[in-house]
T-cell receptor
């Protein structure tokens, strides 16, 4: 069983829809990243959070430490949001190590 | 801010050849990470450095892989000899490790193809 699991693996949405991507983890963490990767492109860190909720534009990330669960929401989705979204957890303690989920491939159709 | 700079962006070479990937972290960052991304396994940590010292190299696949960080502004990942199964995108990332967690900043990656 992977230490970081994402769902769904693939998601197709119509432009304007509200989108939710989920991430569950089984290890102790000090923080959680949501990353975005466009096809053939680099990786961009969208959020890093260790509690509560963060918002940036149309993107919202939440985390529940007790339930070991995080969600990434996209409001009013747009075709340019089409990308792979990757959840990664920063292992707690002295290490500075990220463990990655397998990613969610999002396609937003016009 | 120049961001994390990786070179080359693309590398195609024949199996058995030595491959050297390069990374310049963001100035002031004291942690550097090498990752590999494949379709089958996704993103995997290969090795990371704190203050130029290798901390965890448990992700390095085998002795053919080696990484160095001779100073705070430069790191290399070397594969010798290369094999077709090493074909992947290799990312370098850096962050500042201080009293609180800081996000990692990724380079654009090196797409490596071993023929």
């Amino acid at each position: 069983k992977n230490e970081v699991e994402q769902s769904p693996q693939n998601l197709t949405a119509q432009e304007g829809e509200f989108i939710t991507i989920n991430c569950s983890y089984s290890v102790g963490i000090s923080a959680l990243h949501w990353l975005q990767q466009h096809p053939g492109g680099g990786i961009v860190s969208l959020f890093m959070l260790s509690s509560g909720k963060k918002k940036h534009g149309r993107l919202i990330a939440t985390i529940n430490i007790q339930e070991k669960h995080s969600s990434l929401h996209i409001t009013a989705s747009h075709p340019r949001d089409s990308a792979v979204y990757i959840c990664a957890v920063l292992i707690g303690g002295a290490t500075n190590k990220l463990i990655f989920g397998t990613g969610t491939l999002l396609a937003v159709q016009p | 801010d120049a961001g994390v700079i990786q070179s080359p962006r693309h590398e195609v070479t024949e199996m058995g050849q030595e491959v050297t990937l390069r990374c310049k972290p963001i100035s002031g960052h004291n942690s550097l990470f090498w990752y590999r991304q494949t379709m089958m396994r996704g993103l995997e940590l290969l090795i990371y450095f704190n203050n130029n010292v290798p901390i965890d190299d448990s992700g390095m696949p085998e002795d053919r892989f080696s990484a160095k960080m001779p100073n705070a502004s430069f790191s290399t990942l070397k594969i010798q000899p290369s094999e077709p199964r090493d074909s992947a995108v290799y990312f370098c990332a850096s962050s500042f490790r201080g009293g609180s967690n800081q996000p990692q900043h990724f380079g654009d990656g090196t797409r490596l193809s071993i023929l």
